[in-house]
């Protein structure tokens, strides 16, 4: 698998899975019993709207808590873990066997069909899956929450084959754009960068399952 990361080209050895959707907040609040988005504002709550305000440390803590929770019901084997994705991964997945500026082309004005952002949103997030999925099945994946990823942020992409950036910089990465981004923002392979401990209006995540 190769898949262009912003400016360089990127190849994947092996083969992991990508959550469908955004985590929840049913999802996050049943395994970790806090609601972070609670009381925020333009943070609607129910079962299927995305779990915001999440940091990259809290994000992480999920993951790990999931993996633990799976193993112990004999559901996922020693050598698999629910994990952030690697940049790589997460531009891999939106672009969908693409090379275009969305997953859907390069025509910006069809972007309302498949997510939600600054045009379309009300200024809030919505309900998952609600917007047109990739050609992979993937929905939200240029627009709603704003989504961590595993890698520390560096200004050059390193390229190569599995990349992850584990050291070099204090912030994490976020991709995915979001809803109160515009057009330009939520292209597959836009990307920015924030401390690991904020938790600022509209991040989230969607976790993968990789092998160790």
Not at 10 to 39: H, N
Not at 126 to 145: C, I, T
Not at 148 to 175: F, H, I, K, N
Request: aromatic share 12%.
């Amino acid at each position: 698998m190769e898949v262009r990361t912003a400016t360089v080209s990127a190849a994947l050895s092996r083969g992991y899975w990508m959550g469908k959707y955004e985590v929840t907040q049913s999802e996050w609040k049943q395994l970790m019993a806090t609601e972070p988005w609670k009381g925020q504002d333009s943070a609607k709550e129910g079962a299927d709207f995305p779990a915001t305000f999440i940091s990259w440390d809290a994000a992480t803590d999920f993951c790990r808590e999931l993996t633990v929770q799976e193993r112990e019901a004999g559901r996922l084997s020693i050598d698999w873990n629910y994990v952030l994705p690697t940049e790589a991964q997460w531009e891999h997945a939106c672009r969908a066997g693409t090379d275009s500026k969305f997953g859907f082309g390069d025509d910006e004005s069809n972007l309302g069909e498949c997510a939600w952002f600054k045009d379309n949103s009300e200024n809030c997030a919505h309900q998952v899956g609600q917007k047109l999925p990739n050609a992979w099945g993937l929905h939200d994946m240029h627009g709603n929450a704003l989504e961590w990823c595993r890698d520390v942020y560096l200004e050059m992409l390193p390229g190569g084959v599995d990349p992850e950036v584990t050291s070099g910089s204090l912030y994490r990465v976020y991709r995915g754009g979001g809803w109160f981004i515009d057009a330009p923002g939520c292209r597959s392979a836009f990307r920015l960068w924030d401390s690991p401990s904020d938790q600022s209006l509209g991040y989230g995540f969607r976790v993968a399952l990789c092998h160790s």
